[in-house]
Nanobody, 120 residues
Framework: QVQLVESGGGLVQPGGSLRLSCAAS????????MSWYRQAPGKERELVAG????????SYADSVKGRFTISGDNARNMVYLQMNRLKPDDTAVYLC?????????????WGQGTQVTVSS
């Protein structure tokens, strides 16, 4: 089993910044890729950004390109999401998602999420 714990959410004014962190812990695993999703009330869960462990390739939703940056620390099994120029539409629960390799098989895990509220 692998646990994902997010932190860094909160209330911020429009135009402000937040940095989310996600820590993966467990036994005998390696991370293949990690992503951030978000889900706003009444809306479907959407992929915000993703990063691969090998090579660090990144991808972003069009709505956050140029404002959000995803990064990873393979040694610490961490992934971060730097969010700048936040907008009220960015308000959502942000969830960490990881694809890991354990004992020859691949598994997917979700974190519990952290609330981000952008409001004046």
């Amino acid at each position: 089993q692998v646990q994902l714990v997010e932190s860094g959410g909160g209330l911020v004014q429009p135009g402000g910044s937040l940095r989310l962190s996600c820590a993966a812990s467990g036994f005998d695993f390696s991370i293949l890729a990690m992503s951030w999703y978000r889900q706003a009330p009444g809306k479907e869960r959407e992929l915000v950004a993703g990063i691969t462990s090998a090579g660090g390739s990144t991808s972003y939703a069009d709505s956050v390109k140029g404002r959000f940056t995803i990064s990873g620390d393979n040694a610490r099994n961490m992934v971060y999401l730097q969010m700048n120029r936040l907008k009220p539409d960015d308000t959502a629960v942000y969830l960490c998602y990881a694809i890991v390799r354990r004992r020859g098989a691949s598994y997917a895990y979700w974190g519990q999420g952290t609330q981000v509220t952008v409001s004046s």
